[in-house]
């Protein structure tokens, strides 16, 4: 067992309201400058949509992530030694189009256009070129499914759909969508890593931050198209990739990451994760329908006292493995088994995870008033409004088995707390559809607290960084980093 630690965050996708503010708090912080105007380190999108760059998850366009030929893993794109044979030549990059062609306003226009007959305008002009623009995409242009006949039919999550079920999802009183912010995952198995030919990204071993070294990097982008998240940028100004580095000066001095502090609906949880680096190679083989709990199991117990020798033999601190305990992330992912990754298919091993959003039809418009029907008042996870193909698809690999799970778990909790505070179902009703979903009551309060009710420090539990300690291991990481991102071979120098 080689235990490793990484800092992890958990998104509560039914608490999220798409407000942005994430993105313009990241935005604020790290990209507001030349070169960087069109990264969204931290972007919302709607679902079903095609989101930002367009249709980023379609890897027969962007070979991103990895695939297994023969029992062997290799990345989509090739392997580095290939890549660095060809380095001019990459095809499968986002083009400004798939972005958007960044803007701003003339807004001196405003004050100093000469009197006229009609109000001045301050008109859309162009980041790239200085010329006026007819601004006709950006990062949210599919935003609450605005022009959904054009961006969210393409989603390509809904390749899983028939046609019925697709027609059903778009009629109009059935509409229905939710809100999936994203920033780099921070992956076990980075494919941005392992196709940078300079070896300019790098995990770093003491938390499992995935950055990218502005000295090392070159600028030849094949990081871009083997993200297949798509959260790594070329900034044209300076030549080189950027990315989101989960705020880690800000984590250093025990300041929440900016998205995080900035999240008005506080769905965003983050803690420490224990790892076994060992599998990570076997795990990210596994085939599609198992790969959601084989990543699972590659978390480990931080009270097993075996983890724990493990642990401190790697050079983690006791500060550390306490924390870990204590981890909202690990309550989520590994004792509740209620958030999942995003595209585990891809075979990065993402570390963020989501709890899938719970939307159930609640009821139907019978003569223009609201009717329940024969439902109960939170419904049932097969009448969801998203078909649960749909949902595997995005959450669990197409395992719909794992997501319906975790929704069902979710809708008993609610139901629960329904009968205990409104009566209108009995705790005893409620506590069988608890038991039939293999959630005990104490499990139900505990998640209940944790979603509905949670203070900031249950929502952030980080540890004490000894960054001083960990520069020197990080420097040895990158000279010893393999051929693949599955290199980081060195323990990390941690602890009192
Ligand atoms: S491959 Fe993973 S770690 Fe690398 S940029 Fe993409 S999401 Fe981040
Ligand atoms: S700030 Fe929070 S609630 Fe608002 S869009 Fe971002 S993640 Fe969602």
């Known amino acids: 067992m080689d235990v490793r630690a990484q800092i992890s965050m958990v998104f509560h996708l039914d608490k999220c309201i798409g407000c942005h503010t994430c993105s ?116 949210n242009w599919d935003d609450d499914m605005s022009g959904s006949s054009i961006y969210a039919r393409n989603d390509i999550n809904l390749s899983a759909l028939t046609d019925a079920e697709r027609e059903a999802l778009f009629r109009t009183e059935q509409m229905v969508f939710f809100y999936v912010p994203r920033i780099c995952n921070h992956c076990l198995n980075p494919g941005c890593v392992a196709v940078c030919p300079s070896g300019a990204i790098y995990k770093r071993a003491e938390d499992g931050v995935v950055v990218v070294s502005q000295e090392k990097c070159r600028g030849w982008r094949f990081c871009v198209s083997g993200c297949p998240y798509k959260k790594t940028y070329y900034n044209w100004k300076t030549g080189k990739s950027e990315k989101c580095m989960l705020c880690y000066p800000r984590i250093e001095t025990g300041q929440p990451s900016s998205c995080f502090h900035a999240c008005v609906g506080r769905i965003r949880y983050k803690g420490l994760l224990l790892y076994d680096a060992e599998r990570i190679e076997s795990v990210a083989k596994t085939p599609d329908a198992g790969l959601v709990e084989a990543q699972r199991s590659l978390i480990l117990d931080p009270n097993d006292e075996r983890v724990v020798a493990a642990a401190r033999k ?93 929704l069902k778990k979710l809708m008993a909790v609610r139901a629960y707390q329904q009968a205990k505070s409104v009566g209108n179902l009995s705790v005893g009703q409620a506590s069988a559809q608890l038991a039939e979903a293999g959630c005990s009551t104490d499990e139900a309060e505990a998640i209940f607290r944790m979603t509905a009710l949670p203070r900031f420090e249950d929502r952030f539990v980080l540890p004490p960084y000894h960054r001083e300690e960990a520069i020197e291991t990080t420097t040895e990481t990158i000279k010893q980093k393999g051929e693949t991102g599955l290199g980081f071979t060195r323990p990390p120098k941690r602890g009192p």
């Open 314 to 406: 790697n050079g983690i601190g006791d500060d550390w493995i306490s924390v870990a305990r204590k981890s909202p992330v690990y309550k989520f992912v590994k004792e509740w088994g209620i958030a999942l990754p995003l595209h585990a298919e891809f075979r990065t091993l993402p570390m963020l995870f989501y709890v899938p959003p719970v939307l159930p039809v609640l009821a139907s418009n019978t003569n223009g008033s609201y009717d329940l029907g024969n439902r109960d008042f939170f419904g049932k996870v097969e009448d969801s409004r998203v078909p649960m193909k749909y949902m595997a698809h995005l959450f669990s690999a197409g395992n719909e088995e794992i997501v319906k799970k975790a």
């Open 24 to 139: 313009l708090a990241c935005k604020n912080v790290w990209t507001s400058r030349e070169g960087a105007e069109y990264m969204w380190w931290n972007n919302v999108e709607t679902k079903p949509g095609t989101g930002y760059p367009t249709l980023w998850e379609d890897q027969t366009k962007y070979r991103g992530g990895w695939e297994v030929k023969g029992n062997i893993l290799r990345p989509k794109l090739g392997r580095r030694l290939g890549l660095l044979s060809n380095i001019f030549f990459n095809p499968f990059l986002p083009t400004m189009d798939d972005y958007y062609e960044p803007w701003t306003y003339k807004y001196g226009q405003l004050f100093n256009a000469p009197q006229a007959d009609d109000q001045p305008t301050a008109r859309a002009v162009s980041k790239v070129t200085g010329k006026f623009l007819d601004v006709e995409a950006g990062p």
